[in-house]
Each structure stands twice: as C-alpha cells, then as structure tokens.
C-alpha cells in the first residue's frame, strides 16, 4: 500500500481503513502495545487530516499508536515496511502497487528478519518479542476454575482481579443533607431567608436524607482445605478493599486475624506477602465457630455499625463445635445488613452443601454464592451493586 502526496481524499475509503486495521495489527504482532483507545482515536483522527499526504498520516500514527519512546525506531521501520514509497520514474503511465508481504501466502518472512537487515550501526538495540502466534481467550480464562490454572493464567487472573472496579451499595442515613428534590423543608435556610427579606420567606429551601455507602466487612478462611484458594482470596480482598471505602478484611483457621492494614499497600504482590506473613496458622485447622465468636466479641461492634455487609469465604469445614457455630452465625446475622457466603466448591456441578459445619450456617446465610473462577467474581459485583435497590 503506498500513500501518495499527490492525492486527497476527504474521508478515508473503506479499502484505505482496512488497510490501516491490517497496519495496527502489524505493530501489534511486533510487540507494540496498542489498545482498543489509541486505535479508535486513530481512526477517528483520519477524518480531520489529509489522508493523501504521508507526512501527516505518519506524525498521526506515531502521536497516537505510540506510546513510549524506544518503539520509536520499531515503528518508523513497520510504517515504511507496510506502506511503501513509491519509486520515482519518468514514466507518465502509473504502476500498480506492491503486493504487500502480509498478501504473500507462500512466503512471509518475518518482520523482525526484515529489521535486522535494515538496522543501522548506530541503532538502538531493542527487545522485540512475537506475538503473533500468541492467544487469550477471556471468555475461557473467566469460566476456568482456578485449581486448574495453570501458573501463567494465575498470573494474568492477578491483573483482572486487581484491576477489578467494584461499586459500592448504599443506604440512606438519618442526616439530611440540602437537596433541590428533597422531600422534607430545610427550616433552617427558610429561616434565614425570611430574616433577610423582613420576615417573609421569599424561597423554600429542601433537604433528604443523606446517601452513603454500607460498610463491607469481608472474613476468609485460610485453613489447610482451602489453601488452594487462599492467595487468590487475598487478591480479591485487595482489589475491594482499593475499590470502597469502609473495607475490613480478616482472615481464620485456628484463630482470627485482621489484615486490614497490611491490604492498604498499594502493591498487590507487597500487599499479599505482608498479609499472609501476619497470619501464623496459615494452612493449618479450621474453627470457624470459635473465628467468629472472637469477631463478635472484639470487633463486631466496631465494624457492623451503619448496617454492613459480610461476607465469609470458606468451604464449611468445621472440626470444633458445631453448636457453637450456629450461635454465632445467628448472632453475626442479625448484627449486620446482609451475610453472603462465598464457597469455592460450589463451582462443581454435584456440589450439596451436606458438610457439617456448612449445613449448619446455611439457615443463616443470606445469599449462598460461589467463589471458584472469574465469573463468579463478576456475578458476585453485579450481585452487590443490586443490593442498594
């Protein structure tokens, strides 16, 4: 494809857009990093240019599709690569373009070769590293259970969940706040108002409740039967926890530990390690009942005011008293708004819930959900977002 400087089109055909997309998805192939936004604002920029002048297809492509300065050199070398000069010749007839290698099927050197061949002495060396045979499929990834990952998919799990957006669920409060559409007078501003203009309210001032966001306290079980679970669970407190304010997270398996602090860390990986060298029974037995008799002697009264969710993540493997158990589950579920238990094995298809400790906190449980792959994540935001309504 070559651009010539002679011709002018006002809007780019749709032969010249293809082109371009087959343009992006070479840079792309090359190791460049173009998202989906530099490629929409690429394309929405050829209608305000003159796509018949090379030089300002050029500096247009290299403001928006490039984004550090070492890709400079790479760039520059796929631009003139794909869209080729034209030679000049005293030849009035015009020559046909071209073929470029992407249409060759037989043969399709690759782009780093044709670099190296090109490269100058004094050219910077630049890792480049091919991505053409590489493919992520998320839809896949979301509904894999995370015991069957493997390493590098536990990797890029890490990136989704810490760049995870969750949105909070709100109540109303007893303060009012002023409000054109409240439904109640603000007594005071009307007040002031007739005392400004003699004694004669000349405006209405309203007010209404004040909306504000519930607390979430979240308590996870770190014991042997869920240590498969357990890193991914701190990731998911993590991203929470940098998402809504008002989060506290603990953790249990013998005995209860708040890790609130140590998730405050901006690092995910810092925050995680920290988190996890602050619990000493990690990986060890589970007391679910005894965990969260300690929570609601020490913490439930500072953390479940203002009508707060909670939300437990276990497998329900209980070896102390069950009896115990459901006191305090009873107890934990009228202090706060909504108790949601969060269950990986609930992601296997003939998954019933007949362990003993978890029969017995099922009466309690307001919302019985499962915790085992991406998609229970997403299901579990859209579920926590409705519950303002």
């Known amino acids: 494809m070559a651009l010539n400087n002679d011709h002018y089109e006002e809007r780019p055909t749709d032969s010249f857009m293809t082109n371009m997309l087959s343009f992006i998805q070479c840079l792309r192939r090359a190791g460049l990093p173009v998202s989906s936004n530099q490629v929409m604002d690429f394309v929405q920029s050829l209608t305000l240019i003159h796509i018949g002048q090379r030089d300002q297809v ?17 760039f520059e070398t796929i631009f003139n690569a794909f869209w080729k000069i034209p030679s000049v010749s005293g030849q009035s007839a015009p020559k046909k373009a071209p073929r470029a290698s992407r249409h060759d099927k037989q043969q399709q050197p690759a782009l780093i070769t044709y670099m190296a061949s ?8 630049l890792d480049v590293f091919d991505k053409s ?34 949105q909070a669920c709100f109540r109303k409060s007893r303060r009012q706040v002023a409000s054109p559409t409240g439904d109640k007078l603000h007594m005071r501003r009307v007040m002031a108002s007739a005392a400004r203009h003699g004694g004669v ?42 998402s809504l304010k008002n989060v506290e997270c ?18 995910i990986d810092r925050a995680v390690n920290d988190a996890a060298s602050e619990v000493v029974d990690w990986s060890g037995g589970t007391r679910i009942g005894e965990s969260l008799s300690t929570f609601n002697r020490q913490w439930s009264r500072r953390v479940l005011r203002r009508g707060a969710i909670v939300m437990i993540v276990s497998d329900g493997w209980e070896r102390s008293d069950i009896d115990n158990l459901r006191t305090q589950m009873r107890y934990l579920q009228l202090r706060c708004y909504r108790l949601i238990w969060l269950n990986p094995l609930m992601g296997k298809t003939n998954y ?14 307001d919302d019985f959900l499962p915790i085992h792959n991406l998609h229970s994540l997403s299901t579990l935001a859209v579920h926590l977002s409705a519950l303002s309504s």
């Open 352 to 365: 019933q819930p007949q362990v003993e400790g978890m029969a017995a906190a099922l009466p309690f449980i």
């Open 118 to 125: 090109k490269a100058r002495p004094h050219d910077p060396e």
């Open 133 to 166: 045979a590489t493919y992520s499929d998320l839809e896949l990834l979301s509904r894999k259970d995370f015991l069957q990952m493997t390493p590098e998919e536990l990797d890029a799990v890490k990136q989704l969940i810490q760049a995870m957006r969750w």
């Open 201 to 242: 309210p000349l405006a209405l001032s309203w007010q209404t409740r004040k909306i504000k966001q519930r607390p979430i306290v979240l308590i996870a079980d770190i014991s042997g039967s869920m240590e498969k679970y357990s890193r991914l669970v701190l990731q998911f407190f993590f991203s929470l926890s940098h």
């Open 58 to 74: 050029y500096f247009t492509a290299r403001c928006l599709l490039v984004s550090r300065y070492e890709h400079l050199v790479l």
């Open 250 to 267: 603990f953790v249990f398996g013998t005995r209860l530990t708040r890790i609130s602090l140590q998730l405050k860390l901006k690092n």
